[in-house]
C-alpha cells in the first residue's frame, strides 16, 4: 500500500495537508510504506497518528531515526495535537526532545524486567534534573549511585596537556550515486573525542566509512590507513577492525563466547571489565544466545566490541540507538572514559543533542543538501561548532544552572530572540 492510500484511510482530520509538509513527506506519496526508510516511517507513523481524532494520543520514541532538526519539527506537531479535550503520553529517551515537547514529566525507575515505579507528574525542568540526579527529594529517595552533569570542565589547554600523538587526514572526496561529499582536510589527537554533526543524508556515516578504509575516496591516492575500530549504524552488520569481519545478531553461540571470540585478550583483562563490561550491564545476558537479544541488548555489546578491538581510532556510529535514558548516561560516560584513559581518538555520529555535547571535544559540521551534495568542515572547537551547527538550523540552546545540560529555546522566545541577536545560539554560561 502506497502512503497517500493510507493517509486516505486513516484521515479524519483537516490537518493532513500541514503535517505532509512539516514532517517533509509530500516527497513520498507514491511510494510503498514497506520501502521507506527508518526515518522516513517514522516521520510517517507520526503523521498518521496525528490524523486521528482521539481524546488520547501516546507516541513510543517519536525521535528515534530522526536528525535533531527533525526531532524538533515532530516535537511541534506532536504538541500541536493537544487542545482542551484531549491530551498526550509521550516515551521519549531523547531529553534534549523530551524537554521541548512535554508540559509535565514523570520518572520511571526500577530494575528492568522485575519492577518499576512511576513517580508523580513534576514540571518539565524539575522531573529531567530528578531522573539526571538520581534522587527524588519528595521522598528522599535515591533510585541511582550517581547524577550525571554537563559542565565542560576541561579548557584547550588541559586537553593539550594529555595528547600525545597527532593524526592527520587529507582533502578528500567520495560520489555515490548522485549524491557527493566533499571532506577538508582535518586533525586529531589521542584521548580526544569528536562529534560529527548534520542532518540525515549529508554524508556523515560515509565520512566514518572512508576514515575507517570501508569506502575508498575518489581520488585513491586520498585513502586514509588506520588501525581502526568501528561500530557502524546497524549493529546487526557491524564491521570490526581492518579485516571487515561481520558480526551478526545470528552468531550461533552466547554473547560470552562472542566476546572471547572477537576481544579475548580485553574479556579477559580486569580494567576492561571494570570500566566497560560492568557499567554497560552485560553481566545479566553473558549467557544468552546472540540471536535473542533485543535491540538495546545488542547495542550494549557491539559498544563492548567497539572499545575492545585494538586500534588507533575509535568509529562508532550512532551509540545511543535503542537505549535508554538510562543506558544513554552509562554509555556516554563509558566512551569518555575508555577514550581519555586508553589515548584513543574516537570519531561518534549521534543525534541525542545532550549525549552528542556531553561526549564532545571538538566536533566537525555539515554543511550542503541532503542527498543531494555536502562539505565536512574540519574539525574546530565544540563552541564554535556547535554555534555554527545550530544557527544552521535556527535553533537555541541554553544550559541548565543545576546540571548544565543543553536546554533547547522555544521558538520565538524572549531567550531565543536573545541569543539569536547576540549569535550565541549554543550558550555556555548558566541560565
Known amino acids: 500500500m502506497t502512503v497517500a492510500k493510507m493517509f486516505d484511510r486513516q484521515t479524519e482530520l483537516p490537518n493532513r495537508d500541514q503535517l505532509e509538509t512539516d ?51 515532530a516535537a511541534r506537531v506532536i504538541r500541536g495535537l493537544v487542545t482542551a479535550t484531549n491530551y498526550v503520553v509521550v516515551v521519549e529517551h531523547d531529553l534534549a526532545t523530551l524537554d521541548y515537547l512535554s508540559d509535565f514529566i514523570c520518572v520511571l525507575y526500577g530494575v528492568p524486567g522485575i519492577y518499576g515505579v512511576v513517580t508523580m507528574p513534576y514540571s518539565v525542568r524539575e522531573g529531567i534534573n530528578i531522573f539526571l540526579d538520581g534522587m527524588i527529594p519528595t521522598e528522599n529517595l535515591r533510585f541511582r549511585e550517581e547524577s550525571l552533569t554537563f559542565k565542560i570542565s576541561e579548557n584547550a589547554d588541559e586537553l593539550q596537556a594529555v595528547h600525545t600523538q597527532a ?81 551478526s545478531p545470528k552468531f550461533p553461540g552466547t554473547v560470552r563466547m562472542l566476546l572471547i571470540k572477537r576481544i579475548k585478550s580485553m574479556f579477559m583483562h580486569p580494567q576492561f571489565n571494570s570500566d566497560v563490561l560492568k557499567p554497560m550491564n552485560l553481566e545479566g545476558i553473558m549467557d544468552q544466545d546472540v540471536q535473542t537479544l533485543s535491540g538495546g541488548e545488542l547495542q550494549r555489546v557491539a559498544i563492548c566490541l567497539v572499545l575492545g578491538v585494538p586500534a588507533d581510532v575509535l568509529l562508532i556510529d550512532e551509540p545511543s540507538a535503542y537505549l535508554d535514558s538510562e543506558q544513554r548516561i552509562h554509555a556516554s560516560k563509558v566512551i569518555k572514559k575508555f577514550v581519555m584513559s586508553s589515548k584513543r581518538t574516537a570519531f561518534i555520529v549521534e543525534h541525542d543533542f545532550i549525549m552528542a555535547t556531553y561526549l564532545a571535544d571538538r566536533v566537525i559540521v555539515f554543511e550542503g543538501q ?53 549569535g550565541s545560539y549554543f550558550f555556555v554560561d548558566t541560565d
Open 23 to 73: 514532517l517533509e513527506l509530500k516527497g513520498l506519496q507514491d511510494r510503498e510504506v514497506g520501502q521507506l526508510s527508518g526515518g522516513e516511517l517514522q516521520r510517517f507513523a507520526i503523521a498518521i497518528a496525528s490524523v486521528r481524532n482521539a481524546d488520547i494520543y501516546m507516541f513510543d520514541e517519536p525521535s528515534s531515526y530522526l536528525d535533531i532538526r527533525q526531532r524538533l519539527a
Open 167 to 247: 593524526y592527520h587526514y587529507p582533502a578528500m572526496t567520495k560520489t555515490l550515486g548522485g549524491f557527493k561529499l566533499q571532506v577538508e582536510p582535518g586533525d586529531f589527537a589521542d584521548s580526544e573525542i569528536i562529534v560529527l554533526l548534520g542532518e540525515n543524508g549529508m554524508g556523515k556515516t560515509t565520512l566514518v566509512q572512508l576514515l575507517g578504509g570501508k569506502l575508498e575516496p575518489d581520488d585513491p591516492k586520498d585513502k586514509v590507513e588506520m588501525r581502526v575500530s568501528m561500530k557502524p549504524q546497524t549493529s546487526e552488520r557491524s564491521v570490526w577492525g581492518g579485516a571487515h569481519r561481520s558480526v
Open 370 to 422: 541532503p542527498a543531494v551534495s555536502s562539505t565536512a568542515r574540519t574539525p574546530e572547537g565544540l563552541l564554535t561548532g556547535m554555534n555554527k551547527f545550530l544557527r544552521s538550523l535556527d535553533i537555541t540552546f541554553r544550559r541548565d544552572p543545576t546540571n548544565y545540560r543543553p536546554r533547547i529555546n522555544k521558538m520565538e522566545s524572549l531567550k531565543d530572540k536573545e541569543q539569536k541577536q547576540s
